[in-house]
């Protein structure tokens, strides 16, 4: 469902979307928005560096986060279905608690989205917190974005 006033940018690896987005930014001038969801799908190595950017997004900035993980494990020995949804109250010691579990569990499905929500975050330092947290040579890490620009009034 397309909502209005949100760039959408379909999964695609991390290094294809990296590119996308800087070309986007650089054609449509934008430099800030206020709200950004980062949907990021793979194996618990995702689970690992999904982790590293939770930490880093929210590192001394005044942002909202809400986070929502799935992460599945279906062998013959062992089935196992993780969900969890945590906004910042949560993702203080429960979430990121289970986070650093399921980054260790070795799982072939791991699903994170988090979304941040500012009165005005630089694209640049989105592109920079991406680039800086996910392989970016990892054919199985798949990354999405949904991005809501600061309109100039």
Excluded: C, H
């Excluded at 013959?76 to 969900?83: A, C, M, R, S, Y």
């Excluded at 592109?127 to 890490?141: F, Q, S």
């Amino acid at each position: 469902m397309q909502k209005p006033d949100w760039e959408i940018f379909e999964p695609a690896p991390v290094k294809y979307q990296l590119e996308d987005l800087e070309k986007w930014t650089r054609r449509e001038g934008i430099g800030t928005v206020t709200e950004t969801k980062i949907r990021g799908n793979g194996t618990t190595d995702a689970a690992t560096q999904f982790r590293n950017l939770l930490r880093l997004a929210k590192a001394g900035k005044k942002i909202s986060t809400t986070v929502e993980v799935k992460a599945r494990n279906r062998q013959t020995n062992l089935e196992l279905d993780v969900t969890f949804k945590a906004d910042d109250a949560g993702l203080e010691t429960p979430a990121a608690k289970i986070l650093d579990d399921i980054g260790r569990w070795s799982l072939p499905e791991f699903e994170g989205t988090i979304n941040l929500k500012a009165e005005s975050i630089p694209i640049n330092e989105i592109r920079e917190l991406i680039k800086n947290t996910i392989k970016t040579d990892d054919p199985k890490t798949k990354l999405a974005l949904e991005i809501k620009p600061k309109r100039e009034k």
